[in-house]
């Protein structure tokens, strides 16, 4: 068996993953993720975790990510970019990143939840 795949994740974010809000998340120089199943854990209470299954791993330069979300409108490049420099104050818009994508906490566990009665 596979072990889980685990991502932390900032405290002011965790809501908005549990929420089903936020079904994506950018990593630069970080361990790879696969499509499966990954846990996220809230860094500043590790006590806190959801699983999420992720559906897709995209690399591309930091810059295409919001257009390929189609969230262009509100990341602009410079709102991209200080984001991210907050959690990697080295990266730079042309910097490769891994774009994750996965269901929601709740489309997750409903997944699960019918792969276990088939």
Same mark, same amino acid.
């Given at each position: 068996?596979?072990?889980?795949? !685990?991502? =932390?994740?900032?405290?002011?974010?965790?809501?908005?993953?549990? &929420? #089903?809000?936020?079904? &994506?998340? +950018?990593?630069?120089?970080?361990?790879? +993720?696969?499509? #499966?199943?990954?846990?996220?854990? =809230?860094?500043? $209470?590790?006590?806190? &975790?959801?699983?999420?299954?992720?559906?897709?791993?995209?690399?591309?330069?930091?810059?295409?990510?919001?257009?390929?979300? #189609?969230?262009?409108?509100?990341?602009? $490049?410079?709102?991209?970019?200080? #984001?991210?420099?907050? @959690?990697?104050?080295?990266?730079?818009? =042309?910097?490769?990143?891994?774009? +994750?994508? @996965?269901?929601?906490?709740?489309?997750?566990?409903?997944?699960? !939840?019918? !792969?276990?009665?088939?």
């Amino acid at each position: 068996m596979q072990k889980m795949q !685990k991502l =932390n994740v900032v405290r002011r974010l965790f809501p908005q993953i549990l &929420s #089903g809000e936020k079904t &994506s998340t +950018i990593r630069w120089r970080e361990l790879r +993720i696969k499509p #499966g199943l990954m846990t996220y854990v =809230n860094e500043d $209470d590790p006590s806190q &975790s959801t699983v999420v299954r992720v559906t897709e791993c995209t690399d591309m330069p930091l810059s295409d990510v919001a257009k390929y979300l #189609g969230k262009e409108i509100e990341w602009t $490049d410079q709102i991209m970019l200080e #984001g991210m420099q907050e @959690h990697y104050p080295e990266i730079e818009l =042309n910097s490769m990143v891994q774009l +994750i994508e @996965h269901l929601t906490p709740e489309q997750t566990h409903e997944m699960e !939840k019918t !792969k276990a009665v088939l």
